[in-house]
């Protein structure tokens, strides 16, 4: 043991001190021969893969460092506005390189930091994770949590200056929400995503739903004729410890393209919640520890097949079998305003818990003509089940005794089907991007209440309901796109959808229909006055349907003396959004935006004081409008540290329509602010260190005024063995102190809450990847790369 350890030693020794490495230099300019700065100059090998990145000073000098063991094939130097050049080396000394200029499409920046690169679209911003440590040994959860201008709080996924962001996976939308996506998300490897896509304001293509933008997941595929497998596993500790495990193969050879994994964990994590409420002659502390198990077992397949030169098809699946089983205990403390006991509630659950979820997509692309049409096809499939058996008892001493003791028992069934075609139609006045979709979501909720409190099981009619939902959408859209010029470039969308929709309460007896249809417009336009200044302006319309959930007029008892009620008469919200950019030498992103939401949906809390119970519904409260602004500078001060600093503010004013409880309406400003800084510790980057911070200040949101609050994510990555193998450490929110407070008030009543999920968590990992990167060829490399690539 001592000599491996000693081993151990010496290899970590070689790594950092021996290692030698070679420099190439030279200088980037224009056609007239002035100095290109920000330009990307890539080492790529054979495969077409990054093996090193540097970007231009401001007199067009560059010098790229690489290790002698990395063999490199060619150099890709390019600039927007430009056509890229690539050049064989035969010297280190490549002297100085000219760059021609090319009209382009509707103009992207990319900005690339020495592997770690940011793609800002006039769209949407792309991280791509490579050179990110949360990459490694984490789940796409872990990701999302380090990626600029995505905010993660407990069960809550939002882009800043935004709520209720949707999450797609390659492209295609995750019919999930709160808790039950963020424990999907937690199933899916890091080490799986090739980057994620923050999309601010989707394109006519993509559905119209969600007016807090859309985040897509894109996922890995296999690297042309080779076969490679990553074995991986990890040590987690929250309050409590958790292992997973983890494999992903992955082949692609000829016409064949495979991809598996499979993903497990078992442990157990802690969520506090602490509740104050202030009644007018007593105060209720509440805090609930609940102990939740995080086992699961999930698995991905995806393969592609190249029919001929022209048509690919493929199929890929995602499933996962969870149980969170949980255990909750809490405490009420019901004190006089001076402070004195005046008595207490126990309450105490255990539920039993079982999560099925699947996922299958089938696919097919078809060339048309050699002009570039091109035709997509996509049948989609999706079912949830959640069964839940909860028993709570509940019981209340002092001056006022009681005691209860129930039983729920659930079950909850979604299911989507949809079918969608897209075609690309390139001409010579312009670019056309046009399809449909049809989609059915069917939901089915049976819950049933039993009491317990007298020995034997009485069921509850009346705290028990069977809901039926089924949610039916027809799409159409076009989208063209023009080059004006070579600097002016637009792109206008139009999309239209059908929504039918029918809730049914059995207990009830209610049945409630919708039918509407509705357009949702885009524009962008981009202007490139010269190589460092570019404008962008976008505007769009979106909409912001009512989950399940919230409208099933169910009532749900979170204890004795709380419960949750949906609403069935809960109406869609608008969107309208103007957003303008402005790109500053690529380094200095300044973007400004407008939203205005009509109909906004909200949580209201109210209050039986007579009972002293609380209860939330769900209620169109009015409109909303945001306004603010943001600020990205992406810097390089050393050629070993790279940095990414984001801070932004809005204001959010909300005008009510209905009477909420309150005159206590909270309208003002936020300031978010996100800094990622990443350090190679050695000449060939195989150790790197990385430091995240996120902040944000009191805020203002509607009913809720929130508390500031920060966090400090802190991660280590080591490569060993020509980077097969892989180590990586990382705590996250070192100081626990990333949950704010949400202060509200109902009829004069103050209350306050916070929920903190386990947030502060140390992760110790380990993978090893092997393969083989060359499998011999007979016949000639395939034409369709870039169609097989377009499935990405």
């Known amino acids: 043991m001592r000599n491996v350890f000693l081993n151990f030693l010496v290899l970590m020794f070689s790594t950092v001190v021996f290692s030698q490495s070679v420099t190439y230099k030279g200088k980037i300019v224009d056609e007239r021969q002035t100095p290109i700065s920000y330009a990307d100059v890539l080492a790529m090998d054979d495969n077409n893969s990054i093996i090193e990145g540097v970007i231009t000073d401001n007199n067009g000098d560059f010098k790229l460092e690489i290790v002698n063991n990395a063999s490199v094939d060619h150099i890709e130097i390019s600039f927007i506005g430009f056509e890229t050049q690539i050049i064989k080396p035969n010297t280190f000394e490549l002297g100085t390189i000219v760059l021609k200029e090319e009209a382009t499409e509707l103009k992207e920046i990319v900005i690339v930091a020495r592997k770690r690169m940011i793609d800002q679209k006039v769209d949407r911003l792309v991280f791509n994770v490579e050179n990110s440590v949360s990459s490694s040994n984490g789940s796409a959860l872990d990701l999302l949590k380090v990626t600029p201008s995505v905010q993660v709080n407990n069960n809550s996924i939002n882009i800043i200056g935004k709520s209720g962001a949707r999450v797609l996976i390659n492209d295609r939308i995750v019919q999930l929400s709160g808790e039950e996506l963020v424990s999907y998300l937690n199933s899916f490897s890091s080490d799986d995503i090739k980057n994620i896509e923050v999309i601010t304001t989707p394109p006519a293509k993509y559905e119209a739903e969600g007016n807090g933008g859309l985040i897509n997941i894109v996922l890995k595929k296999p690297k042309e004729n080779s076969w490679n497998n990553q074995i991986r596993a990890s040590y987690v500790q929250t309050t409590y410890p958790a292992i997973k495990l983890g494999n992903t193969f992955n082949y692609s050879h000829q016409k064949w393209k495979v991809f598996a994994s499979l993903d497990g964990k078992k442990g157990n994590e802690q969520s506090l919640a602490k509740m104050n409420i202030h009644y007018p002659d007593q105060v209720w502390r509440d805090t609930i520890k609940t102990k939740h198990s995080v086992d699961y077992v999930s698995g991905k397949l995806g393969v592609d097949y190249q029919i001929n030169e022209r048509s690919v098809i493929g199929l890929f699946y995602s499933g996962e079998y969870k149980k969170p089983n949980s255990i909750e205990n809490s405490t009420t403390y019901i ?18 818990q079982k999560n099925v979820n699947n996922i ?79 989609a059915r979501t069917k939901t089915n909720n049976d819950v049933n209440f039993y009491d317990l409190s007298n020995g034997s099981p009485v069921f509850s009619q009346n705290k028990s309901n069977v809901f039926k939902y089924i949610e039916d959408i027809q799409a159409l859209y076009l989208d063209i796109s023009k080059n004006f010029s070579e600097s002016l470039q637009a792109k206008l969308g139009l999309r239209s959808e059908f929504t ?128 603010g602004a943001t600020q990205t500078i992406l810097y390089n001060p050393f050629s070993w540290w790279n940095t990414t600093n984001i801070i932004s503010g809005f204001y959010q004013n909300t005008k009510t329509s209905i009477d909420v409880g309150t005159n206590r309406i909270f309208n003002g400003w936020k300031l978010q602010l996100y800094s990622n800084q990443v350090f190679s510790l050695n000449q060939d980057k195989t150790f790197l260190l990385e430091s995240s911070f996120t902040a944000q200040s009191r805020g203002h949101e509607f009913l809720f005024e929130t508390s500031p609050a920060w966090k400090l994510d802190l991660g280590l990555r080591m490569k060993f063995m020509d980077k097969k193998l892989q180590l990586t450490a990382r705590l996250n929110d070192v100081f626990k102190t990333s949950s704010p407070d949400f202060t509200t008030y109902t009829n004069g009543i103050k209350q306050v809450y916070n929920t903190y999920n386990d947030n502060r968590y140390f992760t110790l990992g380990l993978s090893y990847n092997f393969g083989n990167d060359k499998i011999r060829v007979k016949e000639k490399e395939l034409g369709n790369k870039d169609e097989v690539k377009r499935l990405d």
């Not at 006022?400 to 979604?414: P, R, Y």
């Open 335 to 352: 004190t006089s305003d001076s402070n004195i006991l005046l008595g207490k509630i126990v309450n105490n659950g255990n539920m039993k």
């Open 360 to 438: 299958l997509n089938v696919h097919y692309s078809q060339k048309l003509d050699t002009l570039g049409r091109e035709m997509f096809i996509d049948l989609d499939y999706f079912n949830y089940k959640n069964t839940k058996d909860r028993e709570f008892t509940s019981e209340q001493l002092g001056n006022h005794t009681s005691f209860q003791m129930t039983n729920n028992t659930g079950v909850q069934n979604i299911e989507n089907y949809s079918a969608k075609v897209d075609f690309q139609h390139p001409t010579k006045f312009a670019n056309f991007s046009y399809g449909g979709k049809i």
């Open 500 to 627: 039918q929709t029918e809730g049914i309460s059995k207990n009830l007896s209610q049945v409630d229909r919708k039918k509407y249809v509705q357009l949702f417009p885009t524009l962008y336009l981009s202007y490139t006055k010269d190589r460092n200044n570019m404008f962008n302006l976008s505007l769009n319309r979106r909409i912001s349907r009512p989950s399940f959930s919230r409208l099933n007029p169910f009532k749900f008892y979170t204890n004795a003396n709380s419960y949750v009620e949906g609403n069935p008469s809960l109406q869609p919200s608008f969107s309208n959004e103007i957003r303008f950019k402005y790109i500053y030498k690529r380094a200095f992103i300044t973007e400004l935006f407008y939203s205005y939401i009509q109909d906004v949906a909200s949580q209201v809390p109210r209050i039986n004081v007579s009972k002293n119970q609380q209860y939330y519904t769900f209620q169109n409260v009015g409109n909303l409008q945001i306004f």
